[in-house]
DNA sequence: CCAGCCGATGTTTACGTAAACATCGACGGG
DNA sequence: CCCGTCGATGTTTACGTAAACATCGGCTGG
């Protein structure tokens, strides 16, 4: 910087102004530093910066394996949106979901370059998690339940899950069996609650849920199990790759979807359009998902807040992004 | 940093020798600094250690968005390995793949506090990028072709594919056709050179490759296509997302896989074990990729080496990892 | 015509850390 | 018994930037 200055004759304040985008420097002066920086390949130390601002302009997010395509999209709309607003984001992979593994990743935290933090996690785990945020570090939840501790964004999970199950009622159908995620998925837990409470209100029997893990594979041994089922006419599966599964093992007992079986996913994967037969599903927009993570963050850090702790922090909601419903071809009237 | 000194009843450069594990320090004044760093809550302010020592301990990844499996893998990959050498990593994300998106990112690098630079990318457009890499940044390319600029890792998809088209050959059939990628991509480039060459090899004619855009969606409108020539008893398709689009065609034309015609795919994403049938494919093993990717930049690093633009830079070569071909249920012998 | 004011620019300083150098005490060999 | 040496620790300084304050000229209005 003390180059450029001394090169374009100004002070290295003067410099910074430019740099910085500030007003109170004439054009001609602008000019001349612009000059400078390119002549001698001016690059602004982020260290320095970010030393002398107190801030990195960076945020991190905490997330399990990428396996899962909510979370990827999430992420990527995080690091759009991010960049959007002049921010950089950090990964910070937890490698093995375990609590130890959660809480390092959020100590870890402490020596990271980051100005806050989201949280993307399904798993029960974050409750226990011993958090110990660095004072000034927000931090919003994606795709969990945080009790009150921090603001969530979330899809509306239960809203698509009563939509399916409604769905296949209006077809007819006497009930709807559920294929759910595994128990400590938060996510699996609240379609498999709605599934429950929309049969219960609808005055229906609700058969036993039949359990997955989120794989394909699970979803086709489970579709062996609902296949020998002669009451089983309609069923709504937590994901689409399950219910690909689903879909294996029906065909290969022979029951055909959707004339004797009518099935129905959730997440739309891009791949669920190209199913035998294509998957009617629930759509989820996790790229507002992402966008409204880094919004909170944001207006968080904006505002100054506390960091959670006290207790009555309170202003800590949840926010739903609405779902919904993509009819295709893997659901029919009964009988049909 | 004062304050932890001051409480330990040391001087900082104490306390920053205890935080950085060096020797020369007494076990009763380690274990002193070490109680009042915890009663304090002190945490190392990483932009002033980044100033100091000239380093970010950050890898830096530029990538289109994260919509195919490989990026993601591969990202996850990098993510993991980089914690495991105590770095973290950020995302740049490039949203429009455009040259002069690509041409941005890479000068927004300049201010970004990063160490060297992985770019995952595909596209033709990083032979022409003005790439402006700031002097002693290290890059490393994965699953592209960066001429000789800077080291490639990829996976090595001419094997990948070779594997496939002998296979399919070596169950009788006469030919093999093909279903490839977008032309601007150089994975789908080098499958479809590597699936002539092999028939060329093997004294077979190869038939016009129809191409899709690697979405299900084109491959079920190729397949449309494929379904229609009579002679097409085998199907090399260049992803498992076309693949599946493709039986779906292949299945609503009528045509049974494998029995009439056989498939094979490219990537062996998870769900692919349960398609209609089960894909047979060519795993790749993007773990290793990343992680090859990951040493490749710290020992750049270590080395101090040039940025490339050297004419005679050298060393610059293509590291490829085995794939591997995975048999299931979608590919038979001729007629079978 | 001059006081005051404002806009443009320069000067000083502090951010938190770690390298380089300085100091100080203890211990051992001549 | 003294000096050299070495290990443990303290002191000084610089990293690159930007806020805070200082300065300096020109312009406006009484």
């Not at 599964?245 to 996913?265: C, F, I, K, T, Y």
């Not at 996790?286 to 807040?305: H, I, N, P, Q, Y």
Request: net charge negative; aromatic share 4%; hydrophobic share 40%.
């Amino acid at each position: 910087m003390a180059d450029v200055a001394r090169l374009a004759g100004v002070s290295s304040q003067t410099v910074s102004r430019v740099s910085n985008g500030f007003a109170g420097v004439t054009e001609d002066t602008r000019r001349q530093v612009l000059a400078a920086m390119r002549e001698l390949g001016y690059r602004p130390n982020s260290a320095a910066r970010a030393l002398r601002r107190g801030e990195f302009r960076t945020l991190g997010v905490i997330t399990f394996s990428l396996s899962t395509m909510g979370n990827i999209r999430t992420l990527e709309a995080i690091a759009t949106s991010a960049a959007g607003h002049g921010y950089a984001v950090t990964l910070l992979p937890v490698a093995v979901p375990t609590q130890d593994e959660v809480n390092g990743a959020f100590s870890r935290l402490g020596e990271l370059a980051v100005d806050a933090v989201i949280v993307i996690m399904e798993i029960h785990l974050l409750d226990a998690a011993t958090v110990s945020v660095p004072p000034g570090v927000q931090v919003v939840v994606a795709d969990s339940d945080a009790g009150d501790r921090y603001p969530v964004v979330d899809t509306d999970q239960a809203g698509g899950a009563r939509d399916a199950v409604r769905h296949l009622l209006g077809l007819g159908h006497e009930t709807v069996w559920h294929l759910a995620g595994p128990e400590d998925s938060f996510a699996a837990q609240r379609r498999a609650d709605a599934w429950r409470t929309t049969l219960t209100e609808a005055g229906r029997p609700a058969p036993p849920p039949v359990r997955g893990d989120w794989s394909a594979q699970s979803g086709y041994r489970a579709g062996l199990l609902l296949a020998d089922e002669p009451g089983c006419t309609a069923v709504f599966a937590a994901n689409d790759q399950m219910a690909l599964g689903l879909l294996r093992a029906l065909h290969e007992r022979g029951r055909r979807v959707p004339e004797d079986v009518s099935v129905v996913g959730f997440d739309d994967i891009p791949e669920s359009a190209s199913f035998l037969p294509p998957l009617t599903t629930v759509h989820q927009d996790f790229a507002e998902v992402g966008r409204l993570c880094v919004e909170g963050v944001l207006s968080k850090m904006r505002e100054g807040g506390d960091t959670g702790g006290g207790s009555a922090a309170g202003g800590h909601g949840t926010t739903l992004v609405p779902t919904r419903l993509v009819v295709r071809q893997s659901t029919a009237r009964r009988g049909g």
